[in-house]
């Protein structure tokens, strides 16, 4: 109707994550971090040896060169008369691989990412200048990457029985916005459900936070053996915003993009578990 105002579209505000009081556990549970800057596909990579970034990095931190080859397959299809065979994907590019003697840090690089991960996670003030060195070595070498996306990933794997804690149920160390059907009340108001009858758990959610992306997983581990469970909770927080393309012409966007996520990431792990667990990991302030 003419004359008529439209009210202005509601706008809610982005999840955030509450902060909690940063502590560095006695009992570590972190397995592993990952932070993958990925770009458009470099094809040169794909054919030739990075021998100039090879040469920047130190060989003092990554003594140990290795390339995973990708597998190519040949498919033939008989036939008596005019047929459609479907496109191939394009087989996964080299991967380059660059490892301290312990196998403790490594870096991967490929046509398409740059990776630094590691085993033995001490701190941020430990891992974050060697992810801007190896970014800033990167762009050197290729200066003509379009970065798409930048991820920071955190895994950690609950053992029970290292925490002596082998006869408490997962509902009293980990959240149940992680357990799905292992939540109690979840399927049955009698009690608990019984852990041995859950073959397998899988939880998945891709979150929309304040200044960051959020893939989070929990995932029910069992041993051969099918004696022992642990369990993981894995937070991939990732950019794909305009500020990527920014990433290698700016040292100061890259910080600021990856202090972001370490601040998200920071925050999630005090709120995917309970207080005993939390006591259990032997806690001290940082």
């Given at each position: 109707?003419r004359?008529c105002?439209?009210?202005?579209?509601f706008?809610r505000?982005?999840?955030?994550?509450?902060?909690?009081?940063r502590?560095?556990?006695?009992?570590?549970p972190l397995?592993e971090?990952?932070?993958?800057l990925?770009?458009?596909r470099l094809?040169?990579?794909d054919?030739?040896?990075?021998?100039?970034f090879?040469a920047?990095l130190?060989?003092s931190?990554?003594?140990?060169?290795t390339?995973e080859?990708?597998?190519?397959?040949?498919?033939?299809v008989?036939?008596?008369?005019?047929?459609?065979?479907?496109?191939?994907?394009?087989p996964?590019a080299r991967?380059?691989?660059?490892?301290a003697a312990d196998s403790?840090w490594?870096?991967?690089?490929?046509?398409?990412?740059?990776?630094l991960?590691t085993n033995?996670?001490?701190?941020?003030?430990?891992?974050?200048p060697?992810?801007?060195e190896?970014?800033?070595?990167?762009?050197?070498?290729?200066?003509?990457?379009?970065?798409k996306?930048?991820?920071?990933?955190?895994?950690d794997?609950i053992?029970?029985?290292s925490l002596?804690l082998?006869?408490?149920?997962?509902h009293?160390?980990v959240?149940?916005?992680?357990?799905?059907?292992l939540?109690?009340?979840?399927l049955?108001?009698?009690?608990?459900?019984d852990?041995?009858?859950?073959?397998?758990?899988?939880l998945?959610?891709?979150?929309?936070?304040?200044?960051?992306m959020?893939?989070?997983?929990?995932t029910?581990?069992?041993s051969?053996?099918?004696g022992r469970q642990a369990?993981?909770i894995d937070g991939?927080?990732?950019?794909?915003d305009a500020t990527?393309?920014?990433?290698l012409?700016?040292?100061?966007v890259?910080r600021?993009?990856l202090?972001k996520?370490h601040n998200n990431?920071?925050?999630?792990f005090?709120?995917?578990?309970?207080?005993?667990?939390?006591?259990?990991?032997?806690?001290e302030?940082?």
């Open positions: 109707m004359g105002r439209v009210p202005p579209a706008v505000p982005r999840m955030k994550i509450a902060p909690s009081n502590v560095k556990y006695a009992h570590n397995a971090v990952v932070c993958q990925r770009f458009d094809v040169e990579l054919s030739s040896e990075p021998a100039e090879q920047a130190s060989n931190t990554y003594p140990n060169r390339v080859q990708p597998v190519g397959i040949s498919l033939h008989a036939t008596n008369g005019p047929v459609s065979v479907p496109q191939l994907p394009a996964p991967v380059f691989q660059f490892a403790s490594r870096v991967s690089l490929c046509s398409d990412f740059v990776a991960s033995r996670y001490e701190s941020w003030d430990d891992f974050q060697r992810m801007l190896l970014v800033e070595i990167f762009a050197k070498c290729y200066s003509g990457a379009v970065p996306r930048l991820g920071l990933r955190y895994k794997v053992e029970r029985e002596g082998a006869d408490t149920p997962w009293e160390l959240k149940p916005f992680l357990l799905g059907p939540a109690p009340g979840a049955s108001d009698d009690s608990p459900p852990e041995g009858e859950i073959g397998n758990l899988l998945q959610s891709r979150l929309k936070l304040e200044d960051c959020l893939l989070l997983q929990s029910l581990l069992r051969i053996d099918g369990f993981l991939d927080f990732f950019t794909e990527c393309l920014e990433m012409r700016d040292a100061t890259f600021g993009a202090d996520l990431a920071g925050a999630l005090q709120r995917c578990i309970t207080g005993k667990l939390h006591n259990a990991l032997s806690p302030s940082t």
